[in-house]
Nanobody, 123 residues
Framework: QVQLEESGGGSVQAGGSLRLSCVTSGFDCGSGHLAWFRQAPGKEREGVAEINRYGYETYHDSVRGRFSISCDSSGRMGYLVMDRLKPEDTALYYC?????????????????WGQGTQVTVSS
C-alpha cells in the first residue's frame, strides 16, 4: 500500500519561495513516477511537475524555470522547490505517485495521492 504525506505549504508574498516535501511509504522514486499536482478553487486539478523512474523531469509550461522537482537518494522523499512564486500559483498542492501512469502530468486512476498542502501567494 502506497502512502504519501505532504508538508511545507504556507503563505508567502509574490516573488517568494517555498519547498514542499512528500514522505512516501511503499513507493520508490527509482521504480515509479513521482509528481506534484495542484488545484485552485473553481479549477480542475493540473499536473505541475513530474520526475520519472529514470530521473527525467517534466514541468507544466506555467512553472518551468521557477519550480524544481527531485527525489532524495533513498527514493522515498520527494520535493518541489518553488521560486519566484506568483499569485496564480495559489492552490492546494498534492503529491502523487504511480508505477504505471499513461501520460506525464495527466492524472489517472493509477495514481496514489496525498491529502494536499495549501500554498497561498499574495500580491
Amino acid at each position: 500500500q502506497v502512502q504519501l504525506e505532504e508538508s511545507g505549504g504556507g503563505s508567502v508574498q509574490a516573488g517568494g519561495s517555498l519547498r514542499l516535501s512528500c514522505v512516501t511509504s511503499g513507493f520508490d522514486c527509482g521504480s515509479g513516477h513521482l509528481a506534484w499536482f495542484r488545484q485552485a478553487p473553481g479549477k480542475e486539478r493540473e499536473g505541475v511537475a513530474e520526475i520519472n523512474r529514470y530521473g527525467y523531469e517534466t514541468y507544466h509550461d506555467s512553472v518551468r524555470g521557477r519550480f524544481s522537482i527531485s527525489c532524495d537518494s533513498s527514493g522515498r522523499m520527494g520535493y518541489l522547490v518553488m521560486d519566484r512564486l506568483k499569485p496564480e500559483d495559489t492552490a492546494l498542492y498534492y503529491c502523487a505517485a504511480s508505477y504505471t501512469r499513461r501520460y506525464s502530468l495527466i492524472a489517472d486512476e493509477t495514481y496514489y495521492w496525498g491529502q494536499g498542502t495549501q500554498v497561498t501567494v499574495s500580491s
